[in-house]
Protein backbone atom coordinates (compact mmCIF):
# COMPACT_ATOMS: atom_id res chain seq x y z
CA UNK A 1 0.00 0.00 0.00
CA UNK A 2 1.42 3.41 -0.70
CA UNK A 3 2.12 5.93 1.86
CA UNK A 4 1.02 9.82 1.12
CA UNK A 5 1.74 12.74 2.76
CA UNK A 6 -1.17 14.72 2.21
CA UNK A 7 -0.14 17.62 3.28
CA UNK A 8 4.07 18.29 2.54
CA UNK A 9 5.26 22.03 1.56
CA UNK A 10 7.28 23.78 -0.45
CA UNK A 11 9.64 26.91 0.51
CA UNK A 12 9.28 29.56 -2.27
CA UNK A 13 12.64 30.93 -3.83
CA UNK A 14 13.73 33.50 -6.22
CA UNK A 15 13.10 30.59 -8.68
CA UNK A 16 9.63 30.44 -8.24
CA UNK A 17 9.24 33.71 -9.77
CA UNK A 18 11.19 33.08 -12.77
CA UNK A 19 8.10 32.15 -14.97
CA UNK A 20 7.05 35.91 -14.84
CA UNK A 21 7.80 37.12 -18.43
CA UNK A 22 6.94 40.44 -19.85
CA UNK A 23 4.92 42.83 -18.03
CA UNK A 24 4.09 40.59 -14.85
CA UNK A 25 8.40 40.24 -14.25
CA UNK A 26 7.45 44.17 -12.32
CA UNK A 27 5.47 42.02 -9.97
CA UNK A 28 7.87 39.65 -8.65
CA UNK A 29 8.48 39.29 -4.94
CA UNK A 30 12.25 40.60 -3.77
CA UNK A 31 13.87 39.33 -0.79
CA UNK A 32 15.00 41.40 1.82
CA UNK A 33 17.01 41.35 5.30
CA UNK A 34 17.13 43.77 8.54
CA UNK A 35 20.20 46.21 8.58
CA UNK A 36 20.54 44.88 11.98
CA UNK A 37 22.03 41.29 10.08
CA UNK A 38 21.24 37.69 11.47
CA UNK A 39 19.52 34.77 9.46
CA UNK A 40 16.27 36.74 8.90
CA UNK A 41 14.60 36.94 5.14
CA UNK A 42 11.68 38.72 4.32
CA UNK A 43 9.62 38.63 0.86
CA UNK A 44 8.99 42.22 -0.50
CA UNK A 45 5.58 42.76 -2.12
CA UNK A 46 3.66 45.63 -2.87
CA UNK A 47 6.14 47.09 -0.10
CA UNK A 48 5.06 44.92 2.57
CA UNK A 49 7.26 42.58 4.26
CA UNK A 50 6.45 39.16 4.84
CA UNK A 51 8.47 36.22 6.54
CA UNK A 52 10.22 34.16 4.25
CA UNK A 53 12.41 31.70 6.34
CA UNK A 54 10.43 31.29 9.67
CA UNK A 55 8.78 28.14 10.29
CA UNK A 56 10.47 25.98 8.33
CA UNK A 57 12.16 22.53 8.97
CA UNK A 58 16.21 23.27 9.83
CA UNK A 59 16.57 19.41 9.82
CA UNK A 60 16.36 18.93 6.05
CA UNK A 61 18.67 19.64 3.02
CA UNK A 62 17.57 23.48 1.65
CA UNK A 63 17.84 21.65 -1.84
CA UNK A 64 14.94 19.23 -0.27
CA UNK A 65 12.72 22.55 0.99
CA UNK A 66 13.08 24.93 -1.93
CA UNK A 67 13.04 21.79 -4.56
CA UNK A 68 16.04 23.12 -5.89
CA UNK A 69 17.26 19.36 -6.61
CA UNK A 70 14.55 16.85 -6.90
CA UNK A 71 16.40 14.05 -6.32
CA UNK A 72 17.66 15.18 -2.96
CA UNK A 73 13.77 15.83 -1.84
CA UNK A 74 13.29 11.79 -3.46
CA UNK A 75 15.83 10.95 -1.08
CA UNK A 76 14.46 11.90 1.83
CA UNK A 77 11.24 10.66 1.04
CA UNK A 78 12.93 7.33 0.56
CA UNK A 79 14.33 7.59 3.98
CA UNK A 80 11.06 8.28 5.55
CA UNK A 81 9.02 5.81 3.90
CA UNK A 82 6.62 8.09 1.73
CA UNK A 83 5.98 7.53 -1.56
CA UNK A 84 4.22 10.34 -2.71
CA UNK A 85 4.12 14.47 -1.28
CA UNK A 86 0.91 16.59 -2.16
CA UNK A 87 2.61 19.38 -2.18
CA UNK A 88 0.99 22.96 -0.95
CA UNK A 89 2.67 26.57 -0.75
CA UNK A 90 3.92 28.66 1.95
CA UNK A 91 3.76 32.06 0.49
CA UNK A 92 0.41 32.56 0.05
CA UNK A 93 -0.78 30.91 3.21
CA UNK A 94 -1.55 34.47 4.12
CA UNK A 95 -2.93 37.67 1.83
CA UNK A 96 -0.31 38.96 -0.11
CA UNK A 97 -1.99 41.65 -2.71
CA UNK A 98 -5.32 43.38 -3.19
CA UNK A 99 -4.39 44.02 -6.42
CA UNK A 100 -5.39 41.45 -9.44
CA UNK A 101 -2.78 41.84 -11.59
CA UNK A 102 -0.34 41.36 -9.28
CA UNK A 103 -2.21 38.24 -8.12
CA UNK A 104 -2.36 36.21 -11.20
CA UNK A 105 0.74 37.07 -11.97
CA UNK A 106 1.67 35.45 -8.56
CA UNK A 107 -0.08 32.60 -8.62
CA UNK A 108 0.32 31.64 -12.68
CA UNK A 109 4.67 31.92 -11.43
CA UNK A 110 4.25 29.70 -8.52
CA UNK A 111 1.62 26.98 -10.93
CA UNK A 112 4.34 26.52 -13.48
CA UNK A 113 7.00 26.35 -10.71
CA UNK A 114 5.49 23.19 -9.44
CA UNK A 115 4.20 22.14 -12.90
CA UNK A 116 8.20 21.45 -13.56
CA UNK A 117 8.62 20.07 -10.39
CA UNK A 118 5.80 17.55 -10.64
CA UNK A 119 7.00 16.94 -14.36
CA UNK A 120 10.68 15.82 -12.85
CA UNK A 121 9.29 13.70 -9.97
CA UNK A 122 8.48 10.58 -11.33
CA UNK A 123 4.77 10.76 -10.56
CA UNK A 124 5.73 11.33 -6.48
CA UNK A 125 5.40 14.61 -6.37
CA UNK A 126 2.18 15.64 -7.11
CA UNK A 127 0.45 19.07 -5.82
CA UNK A 128 -2.27 21.69 -5.23
CA UNK A 129 -3.34 24.49 -7.65
CA UNK A 130 -3.31 27.85 -6.33
CA UNK A 131 -5.90 30.33 -8.46
CA UNK A 132 -6.20 33.88 -8.55
CA UNK A 133 -9.37 34.13 -6.75
CA UNK A 134 -9.70 37.70 -7.83
CA UNK A 135 -9.81 36.83 -11.41
CA UNK A 136 -12.21 34.10 -11.82
CA UNK A 137 -11.99 33.33 -15.41
CA UNK A 138 -7.64 33.35 -14.56
CA UNK A 139 -8.86 31.09 -11.53
CA UNK A 140 -10.91 28.37 -13.80
CA UNK A 141 -7.65 28.63 -16.23
CA UNK A 142 -5.33 28.01 -13.80
CA UNK A 143 -7.31 25.29 -12.60
CA UNK A 144 -7.13 23.70 -16.30
CA UNK A 145 -3.42 23.92 -16.28
CA UNK A 146 -2.73 21.95 -12.93
CA UNK A 147 -5.08 19.31 -13.65
CA UNK A 148 -3.21 19.09 -16.95
CA UNK A 149 0.13 19.19 -14.91
CA UNK A 150 -0.04 16.60 -12.33
CA UNK A 151 -2.11 18.79 -9.82
CA UNK A 152 -4.63 16.69 -7.49
CA UNK A 153 -6.16 19.60 -6.06
CA UNK A 154 -7.63 23.08 -5.60
CA UNK A 155 -6.01 25.60 -3.27
CA UNK A 156 -8.54 27.51 -1.05
CA UNK A 157 -7.73 29.89 2.36
CA UNK A 158 -10.62 29.94 4.85
CA UNK A 159 -11.03 33.52 3.79
CA UNK A 160 -10.34 35.31 0.76
CA UNK A 161 -10.09 38.68 0.60
CA UNK A 162 -13.63 39.75 1.53
CA UNK A 163 -15.54 37.13 0.72
CA UNK A 164 -16.35 33.89 2.65
CA UNK A 165 -16.28 30.10 0.71
CA UNK A 166 -19.98 29.93 0.99
CA UNK A 167 -20.05 33.15 -1.29
CA UNK A 168 -21.80 32.07 -4.63
CA UNK A 169 -18.75 34.17 -6.16
CA UNK A 170 -17.10 30.99 -5.95
CA UNK A 171 -19.72 29.02 -7.94
CA UNK A 172 -18.26 28.70 -11.26
CA UNK A 173 -15.05 27.68 -9.80
CA UNK A 174 -16.72 25.27 -7.88
CA UNK A 175 -18.99 23.80 -10.77
CA UNK A 176 -14.90 23.44 -12.46
CA UNK A 177 -13.49 21.97 -9.84
CA UNK A 178 -16.18 19.31 -10.00
CA UNK A 179 -15.92 18.42 -13.30
CA UNK A 180 -12.21 18.24 -13.79
CA UNK A 181 -12.34 16.03 -10.37
CA UNK A 182 -10.23 18.35 -8.30
CA UNK A 183 -11.32 18.31 -4.54
CA UNK A 184 -11.25 21.73 -2.84
CA UNK A 185 -8.61 21.96 -0.51
CA UNK A 186 -9.17 24.24 2.30
CA UNK A 187 -5.17 24.85 3.87
CA UNK A 188 -4.63 26.33 7.28
CA UNK A 189 -4.75 30.07 6.31
CA UNK A 190 -5.49 33.28 6.19
CA UNK A 191 -6.49 35.42 3.32
CA UNK A 192 -8.16 38.61 4.91
CA UNK A 193 -5.58 41.54 5.62
CA UNK A 194 -8.00 42.63 8.68
CA UNK A 195 -7.77 38.98 9.89
CA UNK A 196 -4.24 38.81 9.54
CA UNK A 197 -2.85 41.79 10.63
CA UNK A 198 -5.65 41.63 13.58
CA UNK A 199 -4.07 38.53 14.88
CA UNK A 200 -0.15 39.00 13.87
CA UNK A 201 0.71 38.75 17.43
CA UNK A 202 -0.92 35.11 18.14
CA UNK A 203 0.53 31.94 18.08
CA UNK A 204 -0.74 31.52 14.65
CA UNK A 205 -3.96 29.58 16.31
CA UNK A 206 -6.75 32.37 15.39
CA UNK A 207 -4.72 33.88 12.53
CA UNK A 208 -4.38 30.41 10.63
CA UNK A 209 -6.50 27.83 12.23
CA UNK A 210 -9.59 29.17 13.24
CA UNK A 211 -10.37 30.66 9.19
CA UNK A 212 -10.73 27.08 8.45
CA UNK A 213 -12.89 26.11 10.93
CA UNK A 214 -15.53 28.97 10.83
CA UNK A 215 -14.83 28.15 6.47
CA UNK A 216 -16.32 24.52 7.06
CA UNK A 217 -19.14 25.61 10.05
CA UNK A 218 -20.05 28.52 7.38
CA UNK A 219 -20.08 25.98 4.02
CA UNK A 220 -22.65 23.44 6.11
CA UNK A 221 -24.75 26.25 6.96
CA UNK A 222 -25.52 28.11 4.08
CA UNK A 223 -25.57 24.12 1.81
CA UNK A 224 -22.49 24.58 -0.60
CA UNK A 225 -21.70 21.29 -0.57
CA UNK A 226 -25.08 20.22 -1.59
CA UNK A 227 -25.36 22.49 -4.69
CA UNK A 228 -21.92 20.63 -5.69
CA UNK A 229 -22.97 16.77 -4.88
CA UNK A 230 -19.62 15.50 -7.07
CA UNK A 231 -17.14 18.25 -5.50
CA UNK A 232 -14.91 16.85 -3.23
CA UNK A 233 -13.73 19.06 -0.09
CA UNK A 234 -10.53 18.54 1.97
CA UNK A 235 -9.73 20.83 5.36
CA UNK A 236 -5.64 20.62 5.69
CA UNK A 237 -3.52 21.18 8.61
CA UNK A 238 -5.74 21.53 11.21
CA UNK A 239 -6.34 18.12 12.65
CA UNK A 240 -10.43 16.78 13.53
CA UNK A 241 -10.86 17.17 16.79
CA UNK A 242 -13.44 20.33 16.22
CA UNK A 243 -15.42 18.06 13.58
CA UNK A 244 -18.02 17.40 16.26
CA UNK A 245 -18.46 20.41 18.06
CA UNK A 246 -18.98 22.15 14.89
CA UNK A 247 -21.64 19.56 13.71
CA UNK A 248 -22.98 19.92 16.77
CA UNK A 249 -23.21 23.68 16.46
CA UNK A 250 -24.71 23.43 12.91
CA UNK A 251 -27.26 20.79 13.97
CA UNK A 252 -28.67 23.02 16.95
CA UNK A 253 -28.71 26.18 14.91
CA UNK A 254 -30.01 24.17 11.55
CA UNK A 255 -32.85 22.82 14.18
CA UNK A 256 -33.72 26.59 15.51
Excluded at 9 to 25: I, P
Excluded at 78 to 101: A, K, S, W
Amino acid sequence: MAVIDSDAHVVETERTWEYMVDGDAAFKPEVVVPKAGGDREYWLIEGRAFAKNRNIGRDTPDEAREMSDIATRLAHMDELGVDVHVLYPTIFLRPLTRRPDVEAALCQSYNRWLADIWRKGNGRLRWVVVPPVMSLDKAIEEVHFGKEHGACGVYLRGVEGDRRLSDPYFYPLYREAASLDLPICVHASSGNFGMFDLYSQDSGFAQFKLTVVGAFHDLLMKGTPEKFPDLRWAFIEVSSQWVPYALNDAELRFAR
